[in-house]
């Protein structure tokens, strides 16, 4: 095994060894809570880098598929036991690098160590079925196949816990793997490589290289040895990922936006449904796909929703992460708080109300960081830019609606179908929500984001490509069956 012998300067992980890129050129990281903060470097990687990536990891892809699945589980479990050690390392650093607090952080982080061990245990369970044949003499059964080397691609938003549920099913079913990590989870990310190397995983089985999608990106997505790409990010590139894996016939799996709506009907414990509404649509200020973004109140208790609601949001504390106090960290990049900022405009323009918050946020020294208000909105109509259009930030639309069935229906009324959530005590309105709601992920007094790592998680509509990620579901997507007809 190696180290990293330039303590700020992160390489790519090729072949079990840490390399600079051909290009030799670096981008440096800073922490988007305090822009003077620099958290360190990593690679601008060229497609010959990527190149070398895709031969590591298909020479090593032939042992690696002859280990048994327990064999394979148990390197999942050394990593899990090598990311335990360093857990609080990793948090911090994710919390320097994309601006999570650190309680989310390190949540993520733990969250990470158990799906290795999830998958871990992968490897013991069976992997096909016997099927009768019309022929008495002969015996027909099915297994499964890894597909080969398996390209990820993967997000800024959760730097530890996507890579991981992307990477752990893929080992453990027998492919090899190339990384891509978004830039600004990198050093993240090579915190967990560097977890891998520790494990002792043989060289090629997995590797990363850092640098543009449009470098390195496009290259794994058109490479001919990588027979399956896995991506979570937005719906543009998601779309040209699976049309340039459709034309080379490569299998692929895309995650992309979400514009998720909670429902508070008459009868909902306010409370919780605050709670739930802040909780999903605020914390990591806003930046996750299951993000709650529309909130459709019935006009019963509109008027007390919104207050209480405004009373939790006013009491947010903004801060750099790493304070104990810190509820909401900054946006990820400078790119992202003026796309945040951008919605906010175009909300006001279209004629919603700002009722709280919608301005870039520089008091208390933190005006070098990338921070912006809580924001809520009302009067808000179905048919506006940010009640339609997925904005990756902490901004809430209050929707006021009279029914059930119209919550419903307008809560549909978009693209996107990725997670929904409602809140209810009544068992009639619980079972219309879940037989009429368009989303992969619907969740009953509870909010919008997370899902248990046991779970098949994928959305509907314009949210993904149908297929699902997590649980004994991932199956389906990182194996092929193989069936099988033996006669003696």
Known sequence: MTTITKAKNYLNYINGEWMESITQDVRVNENPANRK??????????????????????KAQKEWRRLSGAARGDYLFKIAHQMELRADEIAKTMTREMGKSLPESKGETMRGIAILRYYAGEGMRKMGDVIPST????????????LGVVGVISPWNFPVAIPIWKMAPALVYGNTVVI????DGAITAAKVMECIDEAGLPAGVVNMVTGFGSEV????????????????GSNATG???GQAALARGAKYQLEMGGKNPVIIAADADLEAAVEGTISGGLRSTGQKCTAT???FVQSEVYEAFKEKLLDKVKQIKIGNGIEEDTWMGPCANENQLNTVLSYIEKGKSEGASL????????????????FVEPTVFEDVTNDMIIAQQEI????????????????LSLANDVEFGLSASIYTKDIGTMLSFINEMEAGLVRINAETAGVELQAPFGGMKQSSSHSREQGQAAVEFFTSIKTVFVKP
């Open 217 to 232: 990106g496009e290259r794994i997505v058109n490479h001919p040895d990588v027979n399956g790409i896995t991506f979570t």
């Open 293 to 295: 973004s529309r909130v």
């Open 135 to 146: 022929d008495s003499e002969a015996l027909m059964f099915t297994t499964r196949v890894p």
């Open 392 to 407: 990756f930030g902490p901004v809430l639309a209050l929707i006021k609606v009279d029914t059930i069935e119209e919550a």
């Open 355 to 370: 009722i709280f918050g919608g301005r870039r946020y520089q008091d208390n020294g933190l005006e070098e960081g990338y």
């Open 37 to 58: 903060d620099i958290v360190g470097s990593i690679q601008l990687s060229s497609a010959e880098d990527t190149d070398k990536a895709v031969a590591a990891a298909q």
């Open 180 to 183: 891509k990590p978004a830039l």
């Open 239 to 241: 779309k040209r990922i």
